[in-house]
Each structure stands twice: as C-alpha cells, then as structure tokens.
C-alpha cells in the first residue's frame, strides 16, 4: 500500500458543483494531515491543515477520518478559479521525527 | 523579498556538466528541504535540513549533493546527471524539522532538463 494515496483524477465538474476528494494513508501514528494546491507549472501552496477532526475555511472542508486512515477535502460552489492540482500530505512519524509525505495530487478542473 | 526564492528557473544540462541550485528562504524557518517532482510522481522527499545540519536523506544518488551553508541558503550541486533526473526541484522551509505540525513553505522550482 502506498503511504498516501489519492485519485489522479482529472475531476471535471460544472462551475457551482460540489466536489470531493478522498485521501488514505498508511501510518497509523501520524498527526497532522493536509491539503496543499498547485496550479499549473507553480509551486505547492498551503490550503488546509487539519490536525482533529476536521477543518472549515469558506468554501472548503477537510475531514479527517482516523479510524479509515483518510482525509477528505470537499470543495463547495466551485469556481474556475478552483481548477488545480491538490495535493495531499501527511506528516508521518519516522524514527522519532515527522517527516513530509506527499499524494501525487488529484487534479480538478472547473469549466463554465 | 519575502517567502522562499530559487535560481535559476529553468536549466538545461548535458550528463557532463556541473551545476548548482540555489534556495533562499527570508521567513526566519530553521528547517531546509529540497524535492523533486515527476510527472504522474508523489512529491519525493531528497534531504532535510535542520540548522544546517543534514537530519535525512532519502537514499538519493551521490549525483546529488547537497549543502546548508546557514539556515537561511541551500544549494543543490548537480554533477553527471542522468536524463531520468529531469524534473522539478522544489526547495521548502519549514519552522523547524521533525515535529508533527510542521507545514512546507514551497520556492517556485527549478525546472531542470537532462539532455
């Protein structure tokens, strides 16, 4: 099993639409999940972190489901600007340190 | 300047050649990463360091060389590299290394092209 997992996608939803994406891991002792978007040919960016059960910031919520080792991150009345790639990431816990480990990223596009 | 820097942008190198990226990171983190980044490839952690201090290296081949002169700079030293390492180079920082909160803060890259 990978250590984080996402669905390559590509979504492709109608501007308005809700839209979820599923992320699991594997390390059961890890602490802090979270959701980071990369727009074409850039860098990462900080969306969301999500340390307990869940996490809300306009638009957008992230869950965190422990017991199934996965995080959710759901996006409301989307808008073209939402197309990216969003990446999921945990900091699992290795030898005594939390160290980054990274989805390979669930690509949304948003059209009129 | 502010957040995390990364020169060059774009390079092309041929499998002879030496080159060098470079990050900068003007938000006062003690914690420097470097990866890189694959098409249809997770992000892959290459080195960690905290303090200047290599803290891990993720089996990367010895064509990679870093170095953390203070904890603000990192340079990437990149010697007979094979057409494979073709990829986006991410340079991060972090507050500190290890602990379990901690998020990356991302420079642009550097898109690099093996010939």
């Known amino acids: 099993r990978k250590e984080v997992e996402q669905d390559p996608g590509p979504f492709n939803v109608p501007e308005g639409a809700t839209v979820a994406f599923n992320c699991t891991y594997s390390?059961?002792?890890?602490?802090?999940f979270f959701w980071y978007r990369q727009d074409c040919r850039k860098e990462p960016k900080l969306l969301m972190s999500v340390y307990s059960s869940g996490n809300e910031d306009g638009r957008f919520t992230a869950q965190l489901n422990r017991a199934s080792q996965y995080i959710s991150l759901l996006i409301r009345d989307s808008k073209l600007s939402d197309s990216a790639t969003y990446l999921c990431?945990?900091?699992?816990?290795?030898?005594?340190?939390?160290?980054?480990?990274f989805g390979r990223g669930t690509s949304l596009i948003v059209h009129p | 300047e502010t957040g995390v820097t990364q020169t060059p942008r774009h390079l092309v190198m041929g499998m002879t050649n030496k080159k060098s990226l470079k990050c900068e990171q003007h938000l006062g983190h003690n914690a420097m990463y470097w990866y890189k980044q694959s098409a249809k490839k997770p992000l892959e952690l290459m080195f960690v360091y905290s303090l200047e201090e290599r803290v891990e290296n993720n089996s990367v081949p010895s064509r990679f060389s870093p170095e953390c002169p203070n904890s603000s700079h990192l340079f990437l030293h990149l010697h007979t590299l094979q057409p494979e390492d073709s990829a986006l180079y991410l340079c991060?920082?972090?507050?500190?290394?290890?602990?379990?909160?901690?998020?990356?803060?991302f420079g642009p890259g550097t898109r690099l092209l093996v010939l």
């Open positions: 991060a920082s972090s507050q500190v290394a290890g602990g379990p909160r901690e998020t990356q803060y």
């Open positions: 390390n059961s002792a890890s602490q802090s």
């Open positions: 990431a945990v900091n699992k816990l290795y030898e005594g340190s939390y160290i980054p480990t």
